[in-house]
């Protein structure tokens, strides 16, 4: 488990990472969303002993990560922009990570490299954005450590490529339980693989939680209420966020399923149906709640 206490720093005058608290559960994809200039890539930083915090602590396991090379070789970083060796060719860079990942799977490595289309012998530099993107992140896969940070891996990627690398994730999580941390700063690109979204804004963690908890604790329902009958006449429901077109109202509640079902058919609607919530709607709700517009801080 990653964990994270008062987890803070500073560059000169500029407070990036502030005061953070989290816990990053083994097996699970956290998701780690914000603006740029958030402290997304500081915070992933920390968190492969890039960087050392000024203020409070990160361990992995209950190890401290900084200059912790037991600790730096179950961790593989990859950053929004991937570096690789000048002049270097993917095989140059598969022979270089088996020199420091024991785990390193060439074997996978070259049968994925064929499977995405990659030249071995191509020099990287030479390679697309999005080209670039994959070969790092089948690095990452192939050095067999147990957490994988990721800085914005999905961007540049097209829309098939993006499903095939969650794709590789999930398998991963699934035969060696791998624990990837995925910073993003859309919503929609974590929608279907995170476990856990953790929101950073100025440096600060407004919000983490666990998705299946949240989606258990708020809905959105649809309906038709019989005339006279209106939302502010709806007792003992949390109503959150109120849309009405003629006489279909939206409504985003807070609470238990099965109690707010009973409320609602003891008014007799209409017409009556709940429906799954997006990431993106849960997060607006949760936010709103707290005094942000994530749209604007977001999207």
Do not use: W
Not at 65 to 78: D, G, L
Not at 286 to 297: C, M, N
């Amino acid at each position: 488990m990653i964990k994270a206490e008062n987890l803070t720093k500073r560059f000169y005058d500029t407070v990036a990472v502030d005061h953070i608290h989290a816990e990053i559960h083994n097996g699970s994809v956290f998701g780690l969303i914000g603006t740029n200039g958030a402290g997304k890539s500081t915070f992933l930083r920390m968190a492969a002993g890039i960087l050392k915090p000024d203020e409070g602590s990160i361990t992995v396991d209950d190890e401290t990560v900084f200059e912790n090379t037991k600790v730096k070789a179950r961790c593989f970083y990859i950053p929004d922009e991937p570096y690789f060796l000048s002049n270097g060719t993917a095989e140059d860079m598969k022979v270089f990570y088996q020199g420091i990942y024991p785990k390193f799977d060439a074997a996978r490595f070259d049968k994925l490299l064929k499977n995405f289309e990659l030249e071995s012998r191509r020099k990287v530099q030479t390679f697309s954005k999005g080209m670039k993107k994959q070969l790092a992140v089948l690095l990452g896969i192939c050095a067999g450590t147990d957490y994988l940070f990721c800085d914005e891996t999905f961007d540049g990627l097209d829309p098939v490529m993006r499903q095939t690398v969650k794709s590789l994730f999930a398998n991963d999580i699934d035969e060696r339980n791998l624990t990837p941390v995925i910073a993003s700063h859309n919503l929609r690109e974590l929608e279907d693989i995170c476990d856990h979204v953790g929101l950073l804004h100025k440096g600060g963690m407004l919000l983490s939680k666990d998705l299946d908890d949240m989606k258990l604790n708020i809905h959105k329902i649809q309906c038709v209420l019989p005339a006279g009958v209106g939302s502010s006449d709806l007792q003992g429901i949390d109503i959150i966020k109120t849309e009405q077109r003629g006489s279909l109202l939206t409504l985003t509640v807070r609470g238990k399923r099965e109690e707010i079902q009973t409320i609602l058919q003891a008014y007799h609607p209409v017409f009556f149906e709940m429906i799954p919530l997006s990431l993106e709607e849960i997060f607006i709700s949760e936010t709103e709640v707290a005094g942000y517009d994530i749209k604007r801080l977001v999207f």
